[in-house]
């Protein structure tokens, strides 16, 4: 953000960088206003799972149950203020009702809970989950992405049940604000035709990641359209800022 804006300094920010406003009581910059947006790289999904054991087996049972007993479905995270923990808080919201975060100090204890009956679900990302899934340990209720993910084109997203509902994660490419278009554009188009490489999709697919090469304006209306999102979620919950 401080950096000079001479086109040869840029920055790969995660979704983290549009929840950090409301999750720290001061920042020294700005996320919008300090930066010129390049290109959105890839989108990660998140996947709403739960134990192959457990008695939801659709999105309908899980908001069902959600609504009649509120506060009953517990969700692990990575930790407060984490990208899952914020998409469990975006779903309850979304549907009007409770449910109870459980923060681990990461994923993976997280999952592990989940894996062992402990959780009633959580939401994590399609690379990890995916192998569950396969192996027959978690089931998959719904997709985070607005539309189908090409990963798993079976799974129905969760916004065709829960109208506007979003959770992803993601890689971007910012510049300090003031760095000259021309090279804001020619940076983009060149993303634009590496992720759309064969092999860079091969490798992409693999990890879980989907391309996008957005162009600057909509990435740039899309990480002002996420701080803002993440803003009411972190309200809503009562989430305290970190000091």
């Known amino acids: 953000?401080?950096?000079?804006?001479?086109?040869?300094?840029?920055?790969?920010?995660?979704?983290?960088?549009?929840?950090?406003?409301?999750?720290?009581?001061?920042?020294?910059?700005?996320?919008?206003?300090?930066?010129?947006?390049?290109?959105?790289?890839?989108?990660?999904?998140?996947?709403?799972?739960?134990?192959?054991?457990?008695?939801?087996?659709?999105?309908?049972?899980?908001?069902?149950?959600?609504?009649?007993?509120?506060?009953?479905?517990?969700?692990?995270?990575?930790?407060?203020?984490?990208?899952?923990?914020?998409?469990?808080e975006l779903l309850a919201g979304s549907l009007g009702t409770q449910l109870t975060h459980v923060p681990y100090k990461g994923s993976a204890p997280a999952l592990a809970d989940l894996l062992g009956g402990q959780l009633s679900f959580m939401f994590d990302t399609i690379n990890t989950s995916t192998q569950h899934v396969k192996a027959g340990k978690l089931r998959v209720l719904g997709v985070g992405t607005a539309k189908r993910s090409k990963i798993l084109p079976d799974v129905a997203p969760i916004a065709d049940t829960v109208p506007g509902f979003e959770a992803v994660t993601w890689i971007g490419l910012l510049a300090p604000a003031g760095t000259p278009k021309e090279i804001v554009s020619r940076m983009q188009r060149e993303i634009e035709k590496i992720v759309h490489l064969p092999e860079i999709q091969e490798r992409l697919s693999a990890s879980g990641a989907e391309p996008v090469a957005s162009t600057p304006e909509q990435f740039g209306a899309y990480v002002a359209s996420e701080v803002a999102k993440w803003d009411r979620v972190v309200k809503r919950a009562k989430i305290p800022p970190v000091q």
């Not at 920010?13 to 890839?42: E, G, M, N």
């Not at 009649?68 to 995270?77: C, E, Q, R």
């Open 1 to 88: 953000a401080k950096a000079a804006p001479d086109g040869y300094t840029f920055i790969a920010p995660a979704a983290s960088h549009t929840t950090t406003p409301s999750l720290y009581s001061k920042l020294d910059f700005d996320p919008v206003k300090d930066f010129a947006a390049v290109t959105q790289i890839v989108t990660v999904p998140y996947l709403l799972v739960v134990p192959v054991s457990s008695p939801l087996n659709t999105l309908a049972d899980f908001i069902a149950t959600a609504k009649a007993k509120p506060g009953t479905l517990t969700f692990g995270s990575a930790g407060n203020g984490s990208s899952n923990h914020l998409a469990g």
